[in-house]
């Protein structure tokens, strides 16, 4: 079951930088600001996405409970951030 978890984090990361990568003129042509560059940015965004599926999954591991609490509280905080920042 390890295995497998680590594969899903790892074939959604892969997926996502093949994707963008294949749009790369979408990326490249747009005017909106960004840290390095839309392109590099994408794939910073998954690789912080990343590290965060596999620390959860961690903490899933050794307590359950933490767990949830934590993806609660993200998941609020996200919806939060949504809702004033949109």
Known sequence: MKRL???IGMVIFLGWTL???L?????????EGALVSDFIDGI??????LGLYFLLLAVYRAKQQ???ILLT?????AI???VFLA
């Open 5 to 7: 978890t680590f594969w």
């Open 44 to 49: 910073l965004f998954m690789l912080l996405m």
């Open 66 to 68: 933490t767990a949830v």
């Open 80 to 82: 939060i951030a949504a």
């Open 23 to 31: 749009n790369y003129s979408i990326y490249a042509g747009s005017s």
């Open 19 to 21: 994707a963008m990568t």
């Open 73 to 77: 509280a993200g998941g609020t905080a």
